[in-house]
């Protein structure tokens, strides 16, 4: 399908503030692409477009019923110039599944990647330079049918902006304090909570605001049956360093199938590091503080990369993770994906995508 390009007038008028100022998710870029979907009709007039606000019927169904997915990956400036993206091809899989829980209609693999790719390089001037920085990039769908009533949509509409960000967290890439909720859960067997939907995230915020008045920076969330295992930190999968086993909580439809999660995986695996896929009680966890045994804690995602875990909070006892500094895997970790990421290395599981 061909991409019709409308660019705006307004270039280089739009707010932007110095890479040290970014921040996360606040400055979007001057253009956005959008595409519809009319049951009987299919995908159709992909095109991208000045920014600008969405106009939606008050009774369009993503607003009552939440039928909405969204994505989240970045593009980088590349050593020695051009511009790469970070597995793509997994977020564009991993949207389409989540599309198919929610009953949406799926996009084209490679017209996804392709307004990605058309959409990157018309604002490539947005692309932040310094150590840290990128160019995130948010897919969504919502079903914008005007109707009442509980159903699919007939009717949907499929776009992507972009933001120039940095650091996630305040903190950086230093220690954060994590919150453990024993009182809500995030997701539970048979629902969606291993699917990237909005429903996932609104329920959380309670308990979020709560942590961060209390000076915590995350959420850890405990399995919904037993309120025992640890699950997931509220945008990020979570790993634990114990008795020189690299171990996170498996994949069994409340998890978020991370790919940066999956990207640790591979390179502890290849890095000879003894790594399980299991579950992980909080007490064992409260446990390793205690007696050393774990010596690591830190969290995964594509908006914070690897996000190294000082302390945690559970029923109201704060407790140290190791020396309560950043570890020495995790730096690794880190440092090995952002050499990926901007193209310092040689890539040896073809993650980078150049796009320019």
């Known amino acids: 399908m061909e991409i019709r390009v409308t660019k705006s007038t307004t270039i280089g008028q739009k707010p932007r503030p110095n890479d040290s100022e970014l921040g996360f998710g606040k400055y979007t870029t001057d253009h956005m692409f959008l595409m519809d979907y009319r049951e009987g009709k299919g995908w159709h007039d992909a095109r991208i477009e000045p920014y600008h606000d969405l106009s939606l019927d008050p009774t369009a169904l993503v607003l009552h019923y939440n039928q909405e997915v969204f994505e989240g990956l970045k593009a980088y400036h590349l050593e020695g110039g051009g511009i790469g993206l970070f597995r793509p091809e997994k977020n564009i899989e991993r949207m389409n599944i989540s599309a198919r829980r929610i009953v949406m209609p799926e996009v084209d693999p490679d017209l996804f990647l392709q307004a990605v790719k058309e959409l990157v390089l018309l604002d490539r001037n947005w692309i932040p330079t310094s150590e840290g920085t990128s160019l995130y990039i948010r897919p969504t769908m919502?079903?914008?049918?005007?109707?009442?009533?509980?159903?699919?949509?007939?009717?949907?509409?499929?776009?992507?902006?972009?933001?120039?960000?940095?650091?996630y967290y305040p903190e950086g890439f230093s220690p954060?304090?994590?919150?453990?909720?024993?009182?809500?859960?995030?997701?539970?067997?048979?629902?969606?909570?291993?699917?990237?939907?909005?429903?996932?995230?609104?329920?959380?915020?309670?308990?979020?605001?709560?942590?961060?008045?209390?000076?915590?920076?995350?959420?850890?969330?405990?399995?919904?049956?037993?309120?025992?295992?640890?699950?997931?930190?509220?945008?990020?999968?979570?790993?634990?360093?114990?008795?020189e086993e690299l171990v996170t909580p498996p994949l069994g439809g409340t998890i978020l199938p991370g790919i940066t999660r999956d990207s640790v995986l591979r390179l502890a695996q290849d890095w000879s590091i003894k790594v399980s896929e299991r579950q992980v009680s909080i007490d064992e966890v409260i446990d390793g503080c205690k007696s050393g045994?774990?010596?690591?804690?830190?969290?995964?995602?594509?908006?914070?990369?690897?996000?190294?875990?000082?302390?945690?909070?559970?029923?109201?006892?704060?407790?140290?993770?190791?020396?309560?500094?950043?570890?020495k895997l995790s730096k690794r970790l880190y440092e090995e994906i952002i050499r990926i990421q901007y193209g310092r290395m040689v890539d040896p599981f073809g993650w980078l995508v150049r796009i320019a």
């Open 293 to 327: 045994s774990l010596k690591e804690m830190f969290a995964t995602g594509t908006a914070a990369v690897i996000s190294p875990v000082g302390e945690i909070s559970y029923k109201g006892e704060d407790y140290s993770v190791g020396n309560g500094s950043t570890g």
């Open 142 to 167: 919502i079903a914008t049918e005007p109707a009442l009533g509980v159903r699919p949509s007939s009717q949907y509409l499929f776009f992507i902006v972009l933001c120039a960000v940095g650091a």
């Open 176 to 243: 954060t304090r994590i919150y453990v909720s024993d009182e809500y859960i995030r997701a539970a067997k048979g629902g969606a909570g291993s699917f990237k939907t909005s429903s996932n995230y609104g329920p959380t915020l309670i308990v979020s605001k709560e942590a961060a008045q209390k000076g915590y920076t995350q959420v850890l969330w405990l399995d919904a049956k037993e309120r025992r295992y640890a699950e997931e930190v509220g945008t990020s999968n979570i790993f634990f360093y114990l008795h």
